[in-house]
């Protein structure tokens, strides 16, 4: 894999259309119903689920899936019934439907002693209890970061935020930067790290000075903090681009290979929340944006309903549009109302585009600007040909799905949706050639 991406991809300048939303206090939300999985990612009944009927806390265990990770309840109320939803990846799994009664009473587990008299195995346990994941939109248990015999050197804290119109980490960090300090003690115990950095964006200049004034507390003087202000570049948000700015090292697979663990800023803040009050994850800042009446940030429970959001933002602005999860760049289309889940950032809604791709012009702008040295457009001629063999070596499925091959193309050509069929293909294939060994 070459290097010539180095000075493309990573100085792409990408607009950011953050103005609508960026600076503004955020606001909570309570909608009437909110919709919990009652399966796993693997589509399999939780272990231990509830009966319809039965009253719940916010907090209350509503089952277990995959290696006993847990769903909680999001809200206080009672469960009504359960129902097939369409969520925010784009798929419909069972769901608790849950009346919320808006009084946010908790079900609060033990907070932690402070972070020198935990063992390690405490900490770690209270990281998967508390349910946390990849709030920067992978949706990733953070426990598995963690669970891992591997020395870390460093962790990173990513507040850079760099697809555009969202603005949580910014309006949420810069008011609450304190429970990111209330975390670390606790993940320096667990991992031994040397060296904690706050990534930040240059020109977020109140979230740089939410983490100045913490670093400077008395009680924080002594951590291993470091605050990292980089350039306005797509995808600098990306774990690998992070590393590779601030650490100067590359890896194959996961960045605990070079010593490191990368965690958006919320997540930690998630994290804090468990270690400290007791709370289990529950509620998500949401950028609702686009096309609609009254741009914001939402504090919102888990399983709310975009259409329940939209309205909260005053309604659509035109009548036929679409609905997006998350970012524009790495986000997912939407035709009807979905569930966000724990991981979904954003719900934008923007004007359909009627775009007429013309024929590739095999410019190489996509390869120029992938941030994984990839070939997009051969993986697409690999795609259409049905070419499995050929997409293995094309390393089709590393692709990050930051959408910078389509941004780029003059064609109009959906390379990155092509790109992630290759993926999906390959997934499919995985197992047969598994069992073919």
């Not at 992978?138 to 426990?143: I, R, V």
Request: glycine letters at 8%; hydrophobic letters at 40%.
């Amino acid at each position: 894999m070459g290097l010539h991406f180095l000075k493309t991809a990573l100085s792409l300048p990408i607009p950011e259309h953050k103005e609508a939303t960026e600076g503004y206090p955020y606001e909570e939300f309570q909608p009437d119903f909110v919709y919990l999985p009652a399966v796993d990612n693997r589509n399999n009944p939780l272990k231990g689920l509830l009966p319809i009927g039965t009253e719940v806390l916010k907090g209350t265990l509503l089952g277990t899936g995959v290696d006993d990770f847990p769903t909680y309840s999001s809200v206080s109320g009672r469960i009504v019934a359960r129902k097939h939803m369409m969520m925010a990846d784009g798929k419909v799994r069972e769901c608790y439907e849950i009346a919320n009664d808006k009084l946010s009473r908790w079900q609060l587990r033990p907070a932690l002693p402070e972070a020198g008299k935990c063992s390690k195995e405490e900490i770690l346990s209270a990281i998967k209890e508390s349910g946390a994941v990849g709030f920067g939109g992978a949706g990733f248990p953070t426990y598995r970061k963690y669970n891992s015999n591997k020395p870390v050197e460093a962790i990173i804290v990513n507040a850079i935020e760099c697809e555009p119109y969202l603005t949580t980490d910014y309006n949420y960090g810069r008011r609450n930067m304190g429970e990111v300090f209330m975390a670390i003690p606790y993940l320096l115990r667990l991992t031994g790290a040397k060296k904690v950095y706050v990534a930040v964006k240059k020109d977020r200049d109140e979230l740089i000075e939410a983490v100045r004034t913490e670093m400077a507390l008395p009680a924080n003087k002594a951590l291993p903090v470091s605050l990292k202000i980089l350039p306005d570049r797509y995808p600098m948000g990306y774990e690998r681009s992070l590393v590779r700015a601030i650490l100067h090292k590359e890896y194959q697979a996961l960045p605990i290979e070079v010593g490191c663990i990368v965690n958006n800023l919320y997540t930690v803040m998630a994290l804090a929340r468990r270690f400290v009050f007791g709370e289990v994850v529950a509620d998500r800042c949401v950028t609702v944006s686009g096309e609609v009446s009254e741009p914001k940030d939402v504090v919102v429970p888990a399983g709310t309903l975009a259409s329940d959001l939209i309205n909260c933002a005053g309604g659509p602005k035109i009548s036929h549009f679409k609905l997006v999860s998350g970012g524009p760049m790495c986000g997912s289309a939407h035709d009807s109302d979905y569930v966000l889940q724990a991981q979904c950032n954003g719900v934008l809604l923007f004007a359909p585009a009627s775009v007429e791709p013309e024929p590739c012009w095999h410019c190489g702008k996509c390869i120029d600007n992938c941030p994984m040295g990839l070939q997009p457009v051969q993986i697409q001629m690999a795609l259409k040909a049905n070419n499995v063999d050929r997409l293995l070596k094309l390393n089709a499925a590393v692709c990050i799905n930051c959408g910078l091959c389509s941004f780029v193309c003059p064609s109009k050509i959906d390379v990155s949706d092509n790109v992630q069929k290759a993926k999906a293909l390959l997934m499919k294939q995985a197992p047969r050639q598994k069992g073919a060994k």
